[in-house]
């Protein structure tokens, strides 16, 4: 069985950074693209940033370019996401998802398989 585990959320200060880490067990990491999502309070669920296979290829919303770096390491199965010069716009559930069945969508959650519990990530002003 598939599981993907956040984990390095907490509280923070505005312009402060955070490493958050997803693990995935269950499955070849290295054969899935992967990405991040964030839910903020009220609001849907929205893509962070997502990297291919190889993580050669990454790609970021807007809001967060230049700010945030997406990472992986196949050889342990992690998945990364530095957050710097963060701000109380970015607080949120932050979720690692990894690619499903259908033809993958970097920004579009419903191409994404597999999903994990989430992890808080709170910016104090």
């Known amino acids: 069985q598939v599981q993907l585990v956040e984990s390095g959320g907490g509280l923070v200060q505005a312009g402060g950074s955070l490493r958050l880490s997803c693990t995935v067990s269950?499955?070849?990491?290295?054969?899935?693209?992967m990405g991040w999502f964030r839910q903020p309070p009220g609001r849907q669920r929205e893509f962070v940033a997502a990297?291919?296979?190889?993580?050669?290829?990454?790609w970021y919303e807007d809001s967060v370019k230049g700010r945030f770096t997406i990472s992986r390491d196949n050889a342990k199965n992690t998945l990364y996401l530095i957050m710097s010069i963060l701000s109380p716009e970015d607080t949120a559930i932050y979720y690692c998802?990894?690619?499903?069945?259908?033809?993958?969508?970097?920004?579009?959650?419903?191409?994404?398989?597999?999903w994990g519990q989430g992890t808080q990530v709170t910016v104090s002003s």
């Open positions: 998802a990894g690619e499903g069945d259908r033809e993958w969508i970097p920004s579009l959650p419903s191409t994404y398989g597999y």
């Open positions: 269950g499955r070849t990491f290295g054969s899935y693209s």
């Open positions: 990297i291919s296979r190889d993580g050669r290829n990454v």
